[in-house]
């Protein structure tokens, strides 16, 4: 018995000296993987990219805008207050809305543009004129790169709100025209410009962080009591076909700006996930009085995307639950932090540390926040020349407490004075590529899916993210 036990025991020994026996070297190597790759065509003969696009200046911005439901009508009224513009023509497919938005450039005591209504098509009238600059496009999202591609073919500057495409068919259609026609083609992306983003770029910009290694962004907002309000219910009718992270553009934007994406690194790789559809179709139940089995989009999604130079995003999505809004707005860098959401912060390394002395693991000081006042005076030390130029008229104007008038007011300071745009054709690719790639990676078991170069090998082009100004 004692020794059937002996044998028993030295068996159990040698398997645990099995099990700590380190693996084979081969086994721990990194294994080489083929992420999951989207075509990328061919850029057409004659076609060159629009990196930091020039156009010939415009003493006056004349524009137009198509659609006038919820976002239009607050922009007619942010031009109204904008020099060296003119509003030329509106258009929406309800002729109320028109006779609405045409009201506040009159009360404004300015000439009353031209209407277009009634039809479907009426929109290409608009497009059509010889009289105007740019289309400033905000309908429903299906039909944002089909218009933005019309205006710009029609000799047109185009002004697209987000997401400016839902599928990559559409963003190289965008891409191509642009470069075709040599039209600018901005996505509206507004929250770029929002004062603790703008500050926060330019202390990076400035090397406060010192490296930049790691992002984070979302756009996570609780639409319960908008869901009513949109046209013939498109938007939720678009979360209810489509899986993924169909709106990455308030989160991934700012981001992508903090590491010089196409102007230095590029998005590389990137892997998503999502959660069951809980909330979807529940009101799909209570708005539409049908069930919906169906139902796409998860409730969270979230994605991972790694870049070229070995930096990391990560960015979230959830319109459905009852959580506190945030676009997150966080950055880890090898010399400091930065977070919005929920609280504005910065964390920076000590100046000074006593290395003749052993750290208190219990004193977490070092790890906090820089106190308020601190805070305040970098912000103010740091304040982005644009913000010095025009925080206070942006306040009193308003849009998203500002942010949507500093957008507005760049594009039209871009183009009278024949710079560059704040943000090109590529910036809205990347940033509305998420929707297609997201699905895909979702649907193949999360599976890690190639980001593709749209700017087709021109992304190490520029060395760093910057705005232009007038010397």
């Known amino acids: 018995m004692i020794k059937n036990l002996s044998t028993f025991f030295v068996g159990i020994a040698l398997l645990c000296l099995a099990g700590c026996t380190p693996i084979p070297k081969e086994t721990t190597a990194t294994k080489e993987y083929t992420p999951l790759e989207v075509p990328v065509p061919e850029r057409p003969a004659g076609q060159q990219d629009v990196i930091e696009l020039i156009t010939p200046k415009l003493d006056t911005v004349r524009v137009g805008f198509i659609g006038l439901g919820m976002r239009g009508p607050s922009a007619v009224e942010r031009w109204t207050h904008i020099p060296g513009t003119k509003i030329v023509a509106l258009c929406d497919l309800l002729p109320e809305?028109?006779?609405?938005?045409?009201?506040?450039?009159?009360?404004?005591?300015?000439?009353?543009?031209?209407?277009?209504?009634?039809?479907?098509?009426?929109?290409?009238?608009?497009?059509?004129?010889?009289?105007?600059?740019?289309?400033?496009?905000?309908?429903?999202?299906?039909?944002?790169?089909?218009?933005?591609?019309?205006?710009?073919?029609?000799?047109?500057?185009?002004?697209?709100?987000?997401?400016?495409?839902?599928?990559?068919?559409?963003?190289?259609?965008?891409?191509?025209?642009?470069?075709?026609?040599?039209?600018?083609?901005?996505?509206?992306?507004?929250?770029?410009?929002?004062?603790?983003?703008?500050?926060?770029l330019n202390m990076a910009q400035k090397g406060l962080f010192g490296?930049?290694?790691?992002?984070?962004?979302?756009?996570?907002?609780?639409?319960?009591?908008?869901?009513?309000?949109?046209?013939?219910?498109?938007?939720?009718?678009?979360?209810?076909?489509?899986?993924?992270?169909?709106?990455?553009?308030?989160?991934?934007?700012?981001?992508?700006?903090?590491?010089?994406?196409?102007?230095?690194?590029?998005?590389?790789?990137?892997?998503?996930?999502?959660?069951?559809?809980?909330?979807?179709?529940?009101?799909?139940?209570?708005?539409?009085?049908?069930?919906?089995p169906d139902f796409q989009n998860g409730d969270h999604t979230m994605t991972f995307i790694r870049t070229e130079n070995g930096k990391t995003i990560h960015i979230q999505h959830d319109v459905m639950n009852p959580r506190p809004y945030s676009r997150m707005y966080q950055l880890t860098g090898t010399k400091g932090f930065a977070n919005?959401?929920?609280?504005?912060?910065?964390?920076?390394?000590?100046?000074?540390?006593?290395?003749?002395?052993?750290?208190?693991?219990?004193?977490?000081?070092?790890?906090?926040?820089?106190?308020?006042?601190?805070?305040?005076?970098?912000?103010?030390?740091?304040?982005?020349?644009?913000?010095?130029?025009?925080?206070?008229?942006?306040?009193?104007?308003?849009?998203?407490?500002?942010m949507d008038f500093i957008m507005d007011y760049r594009l039209v300071y871009c183009l009278r004075n024949g710079l560059p745009l704040d943000m090109d054709v590529y910036d809205l690719a990347e940033w509305c590529c998420m929707a297609d790639l997201t699905r895909l990676s979702i649907e193949n078991g999360n599976a890690p899916v190639a980001v593709p170069d749209f700017t087709r090998g021109n992304w190490n082009k520029v060395d760093g993210y910057h705005h232009a100004f007038a010397q």
């Open 340 to 402: 919005k959401y929920p609280i504005e912060q910065y964390c920076f390394r000590p100046d000074q540390i006593d290395s003749t002395s052993i750290p208190d693991h219990e004193n977490l000081s070092m790890h906090s926040a820089v106190p308020e006042k601190v805070k305040e005076t970098l912000m103010s030390q740091y304040k982005h020349p644009i913000h010095q130029e025009l925080e206070e008229t942006a306040k009193k104007i308003g849009g998203h407490g500002g």
């Open 211 to 292: 490296e930049v290694l790691h992002v984070e962004g979302s756009y996570i907002h609780n639409l319960e009591e908008f869901w009513p309000y949109y046209w013939n219910n498109w938007r939720l009718d678009y979360n209810r076909e489509f899986r993924g992270d169909i709106y990455a553009t308030h989160g991934l934007g700012p981001a992508c700006q903090l590491l010089n994406i196409h102007r230095g690194d590029r998005m590389k790789t990137l892997v998503a996930m999502d959660t069951k559809a809980v909330t979807g179709p529940e009101l799909v139940k209570q708005y539409q009085k049908e069930e919906a």
């Open 97 to 200: 809305n028109a006779e609405k938005a045409q009201k506040i450039v009159t009360n404004a005591g300015m000439e009353a543009p031209a209407l277009y209504s009634g039809s479907e098509d009426a929109w290409k009238q608009l497009c059509e004129r010889n009289d105007i600059d740019l289309v400033y496009i905000a309908t429903d999202w299906k039909h944002h790169a089909e218009m933005g591609i019309y205006a710009m073919e029609h000799g047109k500057h185009a002004a697209i709100e987000v997401p400016a495409a839902m599928s990559l068919d559409e963003i190289w259609a965008l891409i191509n025209t642009s470069e075709k026609t040599r039209k600018h083609c901005m996505q509206l992306e507004n929250c770029v410009y929002d004062f603790f983003e703008l500050t926060t």
